[in-house]
Nanobody
Framework: QVQLVESGGGLVQAGGSLTLACAASGGTSSRLATGWFRQLPGKEREGVAALSWSGATIYNTDSVRGRFTISRDNAKNTVYLQMNSLKPEDTAVYYC?????????????????WGQGTQVTVSS
């Protein structure tokens, strides 16, 4: 069983930056594909970025278009989401998710393990 714990959310002004962290424990954490998702108020959860266990990345370019970067520190079993040039429309609960194996995507139904979420609020 894989446990995921997010941290790093908070309140930031538009144009600012935040870095979210997702610490994984249990299971085969070194072979996890990890994704960041977010849920805006009243909307469905959407994929933001994903990272395969081999280091390949994909992004939801429509929403984050060069502003967000996903990365991993294997020694710490932690995946990060660096968010720059934040906008009020980025305000959401951000979730980390993982699945064991090679496949990775931005689809919520492809992931088996989820963190509890962390709130990001961007003020105008």
């Amino acid at each position: 069983q894989v446990q995921l714990v997010e941290s790093g959310g908070g309140l930031v002004q538009a144009g600012g930056s935040l870095t979210l962290a997702c610490a994984a424990s249990g299971g085969t954490s070194s072979r996890l594909a990890t994704g960041w998702f977010r849920q805006l108020p009243g909307k469905e959860r959407e994929g933001v970025a994903a990272l395969s266990w081999s280091g390949a990345t994909i992004y939801n370019t429509d929403s984050v278009r060069g502003r967000f970067t996903i990365s991993r520190d294997n020694a710490k079993n932690t995946v990060y989401l660096q968010m720059n040039s934040l906008k009020p429309e980025d305000t959401a609960v951000y979730y980390c998710a993982a699945r064991i194996g090679r496949y990775y995507s931005l689809r919520t139904d492809e992931y088996d393990y989820w963190g509890q979420g962390t709130q990001v609020t961007v003020s105008s």
